[in-house]
């Protein structure tokens, strides 16, 4: 290829690049700006489809999480590079906030009179392979696991993922708006 590397980097630096960028963040978070308000669609698909990625960010689906968004915003008619985009609210360093928030949301929703601690979820996950020696042992671990971790992380992220998505579509799409008006010439 034109523009590859003569010897492929090692798996610690692409790791390193990966959680961190090479440059500094702002500069990072500017260039999507700038990518995304390049964007050739009207307003109120790009608001839609970042809304869309946002939304998707707060599922606890790590690896789908593009797919979804990009599906989702095909079928709903919206920017599907804006809700790819729109993913990239979620990331290792906003991942476990927005995961404590939807737990600790879902918990409530569901009335579960204390939530899981960290240590609770370690145990469970430890457990989940020493206890368990027949298929029905691990079949019932993950079961209960699921019913303490998976479902009050689901619908704590629903509430918590339409509020942030109803919020980016208002304010991206204003300042689409605003950004795209045309100029009037003064009078002299």
């Known amino acids: 290829m034109l523009f590859s590397r003569r010897e492929a980097e090692p798996f610690g630096v692409r790791l390193r ?8 963040w702002s500069r990072s978070i500017r260039y999507m700006v700038h990518r995304f308000v390049r964007l ?12 869309i990625g946002v939304f ?4 606890p689906i790590l690896g789908f999480q593009m797919l979804l968004s990009g599906a989702l915003a095909w079928m709903l008619g919206a920017s599907v590079a804006a809700a790819l985009i729109g993913t990239f609210v979620g990331c290792p360093l906003t991942w476990p906030l927005m995961w404590l928030a939807s737990y600790h949301l879902g918990a409530v929703l569901l009335g579960y009179p204390q939530a899981v ?13 020493a206890v368990a020696d027949t298929a029905d042992a691990v079949g019932d ?44 010439p003064s009078a002299v």
């Open 56 to 59: 998707v960010t707060f599922q």
């Open 40 to 51: 050739r669609d009207n307003p109120h698909a790009l608001a839609l489809g970042l809304a």
């Open 117 to 129: 601690t960290v240590g609770d979820l370690w145990v469970a996950l430890s457990g989940l392979g």
């Open 141 to 184: 671990a993950a079961a209960d696991l699921a019913r303490q971790v998976f479902y009050p992380l689901a619908m704590g992220a629903l509430p918590l993922g339409l509020l942030a998505a109803a919020a980016m579509y208002f304010i991206v799409r204003r300042g689409l708006e605003l950004r795209r008006r045309p100029v009037l």
């Open 17 to 24: 690049v990966a959680l961190w960028p090479r440059r500094s």
